[in-house]
């Protein structure tokens, strides 16, 4: 079976790219930028190579060349151009175009091939922050728009946890057993949208402290256990979809009547479903952070 999504309605690109559709008609018409096929019942569609060419299109288009200009140039060139540019300016976003390529094709090679150029210049955590991040949000649209299938964000989201894995390896032996504090990590219940804890993990372990990852899906119960073998706990969690808006006020009342009894103890929480808490009405000892890298700069400087 060919898994490769080669066909594209105008939506797609739009979503893919960024680009509007009503822009994209322009092009078309205006310079004969795309050539949209036909189906047999007369629908028009895109075939895998004119997104490629309109990823390129619009990466020339965001580093200053006209579409006017674009359009003089022959399309054997362009993909040169855009390399050329990429070795000077702006690496992230086309490097974010080639892990999307990557994704849709099921491109192993191509989504290695990206990551060890981009680490010729780059570490390992300026990768997350600057394209892993960026490359999650759009996908998340992607697929809540239906323009890619929960198969795509599998084998993306995969490639990019076996990076955070194998970069937190090294620091596994360095974690200071005589340190007081540690870290436990997790997801509530039913949440199983991990890639931005197990990043936190890394850092975690990269400071140096004591870390336990306990990963998906853990009710608050299956916590308390803990409390027995520790005296200084920080809890680190992130609420992308759960607990659901209705809901999050009750369960960190009930997370703090029953896992922060100790004076010590915390529960450090960002994701979506942060946005909606009233800070305010949080108990004293759960702290709410607006993206990983506000967390983890908390991280830095206590150590």
């Known amino acids: 079976m060919n898994n490769i999504k080669s066909s594209f309605s105008i939506k797609d690109l739009e979503n893919l790219t960024g680009i509007k559709a009503h822009t994209i008609r322009i092009w078309e018409k205006r310079y004969n930028l795309l050539k949209p096929k036909r189906t047999e019942t007369n629908i028009r569609y895109y075939d895998l190579a004119s997104f490629q060419k309109l990823l390129n299109i619009s990466y020339l288009n965001d580093n200053g ?85 929960p198969a795509h964000e599998h084998f993306i989201s995969i490639l990019i946890r076996q990076k955070v894995l194998i970069n937190t390896e090294k620091y596994q032996s360095k974690q200071d057993s005589t340190s007081e504090k540690i870290f436990v990590l997790y997801l509530p219940d039913n949440e199983i949208h991990d890639l931005g804890l ?51 006020l009750n369960y960190l009342n009930v997370f703090n009547n029953q896992l922060l009894n100790k004076p010590n103890n915390e529960l450090w929480i960002l994701g979506r479903m942060v946005d909606t808490i009233d800070t305010k009405l949080l108990p004293k000892n759960i702290k709410t952070f607006n993206a990983i890298k506000s967390l983890t700069h908390s991280i830095k400087s206590n150590a």
């Open 198 to 248: 197990l990043f936190i993990n890394h850092e975690i372990v990269k400071q140096g402290y004591k870390s336990i990852f306990l990963g998906q899906s853990v009710p608050v119960d299956s916590l308390i256990d803990i409390q027995n073998h520790f005296d200084n706990i920080v809890f680190v969690s992130y609420f992308t979809i759960k607990p659901e808006k209705e809901e999050v």
């Open 65 to 149: 060349y006209k579409i006017s200009k674009i359009a003089t140039i022959e399309n054997l060139e362009i993909p040169n151009l855009v390399r050329e540019i990429a070795t000077k300016v702006n690496v992230e976003s086309h490097a974010i175009n080639s892990f999307k390529l990557a994704m849709l094709n099921f491109d192993q090679a191509l989504f290695y091939k990206t990551y060890e150029s981009l680490m010729n210049d780059k570490t390992f955590e300026e990768i997350f922050y600057d394209v892993f991040i960026p490359l999650l949000t759009e996908i998340g649209l992607l697929w809540q728009t239906d323009t890619i299938t």
